[in-house]
């Protein structure tokens, strides 16, 4: 089991920017990747950030790519997502999950075992 508790979202205009934090604690070893997705209301979950969890390579989807960055710290067993130059849509609930077969993909939700309760980025326009 991989508990993962997520921190940080709240309410920012746009043009700002937001830290997420996601604090992992159990079989934390037993990870492939950490990634971040998000969903919005009526919408479907979607991948925004992956971090290898050996290696830290890092993986993000087009409409964040040089606004977003996630990285890690494994002495802390947390992963980071500071988000910049945020826009409107970008508001979302965010979750932090934490992938463990490395025999399926990581940008898809599906593949994900463990799962933070979200939290909730707004941004104003």
């Known amino acids: 089991q991989v508990q993962l508790v997520e921190s940080g979202g709240g309410l920012v205009q746009a043009g700002g920017s937001l830290r997420l934090s996601c604090a992992a604690s159990?079989?934390?070893?037993?990870?492939?990747?950490i990634a971040w997705f998000r969903q919005a209301p009526g919408k479907e979950r979607e991948f925004v950030a992956a971090i290898r969890s050996s290696g830290g390579n890092t993986y993000y989807t087009e409409s964040v790519k040089d606004r977003f960055t996630i990285s890690g710290d494994n002495a802390k067993n947390s992963v980071y997502l500071q988000m910049n130059s945020l826009k409107p849509e970008d508001t979302a609930v965010y979750y932090c999950?934490?992938?463990?077969?490395?025999?399926?993909?990581?940008?898809?939700?599906?593949?994900?075992?463990?799962w933070g309760q979200g939290t909730q980025v707004t941004v104003s326009s």
């Open positions: 159990g079989r934390t070893w037993s990870t492939n990747f």
């Open positions: 999950a934490a992938h463990t077969n490395y025999l399926r993909n990581y940008w898809a939700p599906r593949n994900y075992d463990y």
